[in-house]
């Protein structure tokens, strides 16, 4: 329990100095406050077009496709603040910057990634809550203490997911030795892919995307459950809370790979 206190006392000092930080810069927050919400705004605008001139998305109509949007949005904007720096993390090993951590007694890969917390990732999380809570009021979405616990389950599965899969792509530059990531193109795929009903993709592609990559269970098979929409034959019940243990596997999973990859660390200067 000491160690798990003294953890979490190192996250909330970095929580603080982060805030102390982007207070210093309001202008840049204000900036990040603007064109994040855009570029989803955009996406969902789209969306309503779409829907507009076909009525349904394999299905899904436009209260649906709001609450399936919503969820994708959040969990994208969580696994900004909290695993951004996996994007990065070639740099860190190009530069020989792990040096620092490898010398202090905490975990290396907590101190990467959370003595870094990107605090503007929440004008991401902004917009998502907004298109989710529109979702919802469309959907009749029905509250209790049951679906509560399910969207937060959800939740954290989802940014779980995203972060070990971030984690996993940054591991690879200990191999590699390039600062040249595939975090856009990873991202790319997660928004091509978690906004949209996974069901309108060929089967085959749904199978790589349920238990290949585990892309479905971020946003797909949770929300369609939520909403009681058919699923497809890849899917079984209490997909919430199967999402939160898919992205603890897939954390611990991309957090063995990230050790092995600093094993491969040659430091700086060699």
Known sequence: MTGIRHYLRVFMESVRMELLEVAEYP???AGWALSNPIQFIVGFATIKFVVAE???INGWNYGQLAFLYGIAVMSHALS??????GWF???YVVEGDFDRYLLRPMSVL???FFTNINIVGITDLIPGVCVF???CA??????????????LSLLLGATLIRGGVYIAM???SFWTKSTSQFAMFTQEFFDKTTMYPLSMYPEALQFLLTYIIPIGWISFYPAGELLGIEQTRFSFSGMPFVTLGVGIAVLMLAGLFFKAGLRNYESAGH
Not at 138 to 151: C, E, P
């Open 27 to 29: 202008a840049n927050l």
């Open 54 to 56: 076909f009525g349904t």
């Open 80 to 85: 900004m603040i909290f695993f951004i720096q």
């Open 89 to 91: 993390m070639g740099y």
């Open 110 to 112: 907590f101190q990467f």
């Open 133 to 135: 809570a529109y979702g």
């Open 138 to 151: 469309k959907v009749g979405f029905a509250w209790s203490v049951g679906s509560v616990l399910s969207l």
């Open 170 to 172: 940054g591991t690879l």
